[in-house]
C-alpha cells in the first residue's frame, strides 16, 4: 500500500557492547552522541528480535530480517549483502566473502581490528597478494 510518506529507517548496526569493567558503563552509553540524541528526541525508535529470543544474529541474518525475510530460510552473509551494496552482482553459484584486516602485536595477537582503517589502495594491494596464495 503507497501512503505517499517518505520514511528514514537507520539501523545502528553492532552497536551493542559489554561495559567497561572501569566505569560499569558501555561504549555507547559513555560516548557523547549530540547528533544521534537530537534525531531520538524527534523520532520513534525501537528495539527489535530480528530472529528468535536469544539468537544475536549477524549483520546479513539481521537485516534480512528487518526488511521481512526470513532470515531462517533465506541464509545471506554479509559479503553477498556488501557485493551488492557496490553494485557487484553474483550469478547463481557465486561465492562473496567478506574480510577485516587487522594489527597484530609480536605475539600475534589482535590489537586492531581494522588496521588502522587503511585505505582503498592499499587494501587493494593487500588482496592482490594474497590473491596468490
Same mark, same amino acid.
Do not use: W
Given at each position: 500500500?503507497?501512503?505517499?510518506?517518505?520514511?528514514?529507517? +537507520?539501523?545502528?548496526?553492532?552497536?551493542? /557492547?559489554l561495559p567497561d569493567?572501569?566505569?560499569?558503563?558501555?561504549?555507547?552509553? #559513555?560516548?557523547h552522541l549530540p547528533?544521534?540524541?537530537?534525531? @531520538?528526541? %524527534? *523520532?520513534?525508535?525501537?528495539?527489535?528480535?530480528?530472529?528468535? =529470543?536469544?539468537? #544475536?544474529?549477524?549483520? /546479513? =541474518?539481521?537485516?534480512? @530480517?528487518?526488511?521481512?525475510?526470513?532470515?531462517?530460510?533465506?541464509?545471506?552473509?554479509?559479503?553477498?549483502?556488501?557485493? +551488492?551494496?557496490? !553494485?557487484?552482482?553474483? $550469478?547463481?553459484?557465486?561465492? @562473496?566473502?567478506? @574480510?577485516?584486516?587487522? #594489527?597484530? !602485536?609480536?605475539?600475534?595477537?589482535? %590489537?586492531?581490528?581494522?588496521? *588502522?582503517?587503511?585505505?582503498?589502495?592499499?587494501? %587493494?594491494?593487500?588482496? !592482490?597478494? +594474497? $590473491? /596468490?596464495?
Amino acid at each position: 500500500m503507497e501512503t505517499g510518506s517518505k520514511i528514514v529507517m +537507520l539501523v545502528v548496526d553492532g552497536l551493542g /557492547g559489554l561495559p567497561d569493567p572501569t566505569t560499569g558503563k558501555s561504549e555507547l552509553e #559513555t560516548a557523547h552522541l549530540p547528533n544521534l540524541d537530537k534525531l @531520538a528526541q %524527534i *523520532s520513534e525508535a525501537g528495539v527489535t528480535t530480528p530472529v528468535l =529470543p536469544g539468537i #544475536t544474529p549477524g549483520s /546479513g =541474518p539481521g537485516h534480512m @530480517a528487518l526488511f521481512g525475510y526470513d532470515p531462517i530460510k533465506y541464509l545471506v552473509g554479509r559479503g553477498a549483502c556488501e557485493s +551488492l551494496g557496490v !553494485d557487484i552482482q553474483l $550469478g547463481p553459484n557465486a561465492v @562473496a566473502a567478506r @574480510a577485516n584486516f587487522c #594489527t597484530l !602485536d609480536s605475539e600475534g595477537k589482535i %590489537i586492531d581490528r581494522r588496521a *588502522s582503517r587503511i585505505d582503498s589502495d592499499k587494501a %587493494i594491494a593487500l588482496v !592482490d597478494m +594474497l $590473491g /596468490g596464495i
